[in-house]
């Protein structure tokens, strides 16, 4: 029996052993029904910490249950919040303020991450963390502020208006071809603001509490331009004018292009805004096959008289001839001196009589103005553009006034472009005492041109006596041809074939000074003249005037041998010499009655010569409009 006893009692060391297994169990259990009861807790860690978004703890929620911990972020975001004030800087100086109730904090997003956090750790560790022994604050961010939607709006509305304000548009490159090259101006590139990324901005700063913000525009680029680009844009297909199934003739095409090398190294060279020239090569089609019929109708014709002064006749005729067979490409400009050239000596021109500051006075190349002349005539009937025409100083007497271009080398030109689809050709020659000009072209329809005349006012002449003691006595002698005065409104009518009016149109205003009879005299007849020794009227009594002889005939105011048609040089190149003036002969008058007939002879020869011109009208004035310029010593 005592042996019995002796095994049923248990040796110390087993019991201790025994003991500390069941203590350990029973921890263990306890210890798991920590980390149970943290995981199900609905509290937040030990050193869960709410940070700002530059990371400083603004409070402490360690073991604060869920619904204390959004009442606290709720409070502490709606204070804070209130206070903060950002200043929004734009433009030249301009700023605005934006407040940060703007804003809303979402506390309860702010807990639940750190609840999530919590739920991420081992189940063991959840009670080590509880206890604080662990090392791993949790940290509940407050920086995802959003707007609120009344905040949204009226940020958005505000953000909006300052977008407005700092546009600036981008400005594509535009171009314009003239006559022998292509003027471009570059582009610039505009500016914006993005305001869904300026909204972004504004939230991140209200939300860290910054306290200024600069708007920052971005660039919106212009179209893209090189030398290979604009070639492209520019280039056309040269097209030779084609008789179509219906019988009708197809436009004719001048193309162009320009060099794309030549023109990126002048782009290079041109800022944003900045204007550049660039040559421009036009392309022009072979017509050989197309002459039967391009030039099948005559647009335009006029006819006009020769002086008979073999000088001038001679220059007439050499101008005519060098515009003969001109041909001019749809769109191209007609220049009248770089056809003829320079009008000098060297190149084959005469001295003959001009006009130089009112007087009549001899230089080269005088009365090629009346081919110019004749030429503006057959522009204005066969209804194409004037590019450049200026009336003469004085009324010419061999065409309609206001119908008449005068030129001056090298500063006034004659110039016409054909606004038509189709090529042009002048045929121009001197046959016997006159010189005729035509237009040859294309018709497409039935329409015709005539003109409307209308002389504005009419300065008549006078008689000025100049005393000099080389007259001999009882002589006088003219100095000075007169010219009356005149201003001529010309309006230019279209009509269709059936006679009614299409359009009528300003053509031009044209002023013609007059210029007084110039009398010498000796001195020592005034009293028998009734005149002063200066030459004015004596003040006593009636003036009673002497007969006065026939006015002495210029130098070279006779019937001659002239050119005729092709006898002078072909059209070529005209070396330029140095700059003349030239125009027609003045007509012979005798006294205003001489002055009287002679208007009488000219409206019926002009109604002769001209007999589509509508007539020379004398009618109520127009708006008087600034003269016509003319080269600075005298008229071509």
């Known amino acids: 029996m005592e042996q019995s006893k002796q095994r049923k009692r248990l040796p110390a060391p087993a019991l201790a052993g025994i003991i500390a297994a069941v203590v350990i169990v029973i921890l263990i259990g306890a210890y798991c029904g920590l980390c149970k009861w943290v995981q199900d807790n609905g509290r937040l860690l030990p050193g869960a910490q709410a940070q700002d978004s530059t990371g400083a703890v603004v409070l402490d929620l360690g073991g604060v249950n869920q619904q204390d911990a959004v009442s606290q972020l709720s409070a502490y975001m709606e204070e804070h919040l209130e206070g903060r004030t950002l200043t929004l800087r734009y433009g030249d100086g301009q700023s605005v303020e934006l407040s940060g109730s703007m804003l809303e904090s979402d506390p309860q997003a702010a807990v639940e991450r750190g609840m999530a956090a919590k739920a991420e750790q081992p189940f063991l560790k959840l009670g080590i963390l509880w206890l604080g022994l662990g090392r791993e604050p949790v940290s509940l961010s407050l920086d995802a502020l959003s707007f609120t939607p009344e905040g949204e709006r009226e940020a958005k509305r ?131 096959e197309a002459e039967q019929y391009l030039y099948r109708d005559r647009l335009s014709t006029v006819t006009t008289y020769l002086d008979g002064v073999y000088a001038r006749s001679y220059n007439v005729g050499l101008a005519a001839s060098s515009c003969n067979g001109t041909v001019i490409m749809p769109g191209e400009v007609f220049s009248y001196l770089g056809t003829i050239g320079n009008p000098s000596t060297a190149n084959g021109y005469k001295m003959s009589t001009g006009y130089a500051n009112g007087e009549t006075v001899d230089m080269v190349g005088g009365g090629i103005c009346q081919v110019s002349s004749c030429i503006y005539y057959c522009t204005v009937y066969a209804n194409l553009e004037i590019v450049n025409r200026a009336a003469h100083a004085f009324s010419t007497g061999y065409i309609p006034n206001g119908l008449d271009a005068t030129v001056y080398y090298p500063s006034l030109d004659y110039k016409f472009r054909n606004n038509t689809d189709y090529p042009i050709k002048i045929v121009s020659y001197v046959s016997g005492n006159t010189v005729t000009v035509s237009f040859y072209g294309t018709k497409t329809d039935d329409t015709y041109v005539q003109t409307q005349r209308y002389t504005t006012s009419t300065t008549p002449w006078e008689t000025v006596y100049e005393p000099d003691e080389s007259i001999p006595l009882g002589t006088t002698k003219v100095k000075t041809t007169p010219y009356t005065g005149y201003e001529v409104d010309v309006y230019r009518c279209v009509y269709d074939g059936n006679g009614n009016l299409i359009s009528r149109t300003y053509e031009n205003h044209s002023r013609y000074a007059k210029r007084d009879r110039v009398i010498l005299f000796n001195p020592a007849d005034a009293p028998s003249l009734g005149l002063t020794p200066e030459g004015d009227p004596l003040p006593e009594g009636p003036v009673t005037e002497e007969p006065t002889p026939e006015p002495t005939p210029e130098p070279g105011h006779h019937p001659g041998a002239y050119p005729v048609a092709g006898a002078y040089p072909q059209r070529g190149t005209h070396t330029p010499a140095h700059p003349v003036c030239a125009a027609h002969l003045p007509a012979r008058r005798h006294g205003n009655r001489g002055r009287l007939r002679r208007d009488r002879r000219l409206s019926a020869h002009v109604s002769r010569l001209f007999p589509g011109d509508g007539g020379l009208h004398v009618g109520h004035p127009v708006q008087q409009r600034p003269g016509l310029v003319r080269g600075p010593q005298g008229e071509l």
Do not use: W
């Open 158 to 288: 505000l953000l909006e208006r300052i977008a407005e304000e700092l546009y600036v548009a981008p400005v594509d490159f535009t171009y314009e071809v003239g006559d022998e090259e292509l003027t471009l101006t570059r582009g610039t590139d505009g500016e914006e603001v993005d305001v869904d990324a300026l909204m972004e901005q504004v939230r991140e700063a209200l939300s860290s509490g910054q306290t200024q913000l600069t708007v920052k525009t971005q660039t919106v680029p212009t179209a893209e331009l090189n030398g290979e680009i604009l070639a492209e844009l520019v280039y056309v297909e040269p097209q030779a004018s084609q008789v179509l199934e219906d019988g009708t003739i197809s436009p004719t095409v001048v193309g162009m292009s320009v060099d794309p090398a030549e023109a990126q190294a002048i782009l290079d060279q041109t800022g944003p805004g900045e204007s550049c020239v660039i040559p421009v090569v036009f392309l022009h089609p072979d017509l050989s």
